[in-house]
């Protein structure tokens, strides 16, 4: 596509519940990114995958949190067991190359799900 | 810690006048460094970025960055700042295989 598409763009869940957060990157970019941007905060990383390799989940906070990515495409990230300090923008973006060769090309953002859990 | 720091959480500046945003970075050698905008309910864009060589970078909407080692400081400068230029800007930088690490951001408003 165009863009990085995320979906929903706004999600309001009940405390304990799970929720999927969708990401379509760029048609043809390798590397996928999560962050997590809370009220006031700047921009966590949460996860990267890079083609076929294992991803780089360093920046999960809990084992609640967990992503995957089918085909070198779409991303899914699973929040379990939803808290309320989970409430928070979640981005992802893209790029044409892994990390390395990212720097050139730069991360494509999409616009973020906004997660409210009530 | 590996890092980068943006001290200035909200800036006022009135239109027309000159802008200079902070940014300092902890790392061992010199970083990828990145200034990034968002504006209200957009993603965030891509303003300018320094791997290596001249250390003053131009980018886009007018905006330049100097790179100062010495300093450890990667800020960001624009001569006459527009109302549409409200906004929140991140500073990010990028080493070895991570993902970027992004600052806390720095609130811009821009007073008539």
């Known amino acids: 596509g165009a863009g990085v598409s995320q979906s929903p763009s706004n999600k309001v869940t009940e405390k304990g519940k799970d929720v999927e957060l969708r990401c379509d990157p760029i048609s043809g970019h390798t590397a996928l990114y999560w962050y997590r941007q809370s009220l006031g905060q700047g921009l966590e990383f949460l996860i990267y995958f890079q083609g076929n390799s294992a991803p780089d989940k360093s920046g999960l906070p809990s084992d609640r949190f967990s992503a995957e990515r089918t085909g070198g495409s779409v991303s899914t990230l699973t929040i379990q067991r939803t808290q309320q300090e989970d409430s928070a923008v979640y981005l992802c973006a893209s790029s044409p190359r892994g990390t390395g060769g990212s720097y050139n090309y730069g991360y494509t953002f999409g616009s973020g799900t906004r997660l409210t859990v009530v | 810690a590996q890092s980068v720091t943006q001290p200035d959480i909200h800036i006022t500046v009135s239109e027309g006048a000159s802008l200079e945003l902070r940014c300092n970075y902890s790392?061992?050698?010199?970083?990828?460094l990145f200034w990034y905008v968002q504006s209200p309910g957009q993603g965030l864009q891509l303003l300018l970025k320094?791997?290596?060589?001249?250390?003053l970078v131009q980018g886009i909407k007018g905006f330049e960055a100097e790179f100062k080692r010495s300093q450890s400081s990667f800020n960001l400068r624009k001569p006459s700042v527009h109302w549409s230029d409200a906004a929140e800007y991140f500073c990010?930088?990028?080493?070895?295989?991570?993902?970027?690490?992004f600052g806390s951001g720095t609130r811009l408003q821009v007073q008539p």
């Open positions: 990010a930088w990028g080493a070895g295989r991570r993902a970027l690490t």
């Open positions: 790392y061992g050698a010199t970083p990828y």
């Open positions: 320094y791997f290596s060589g001249d250390t």
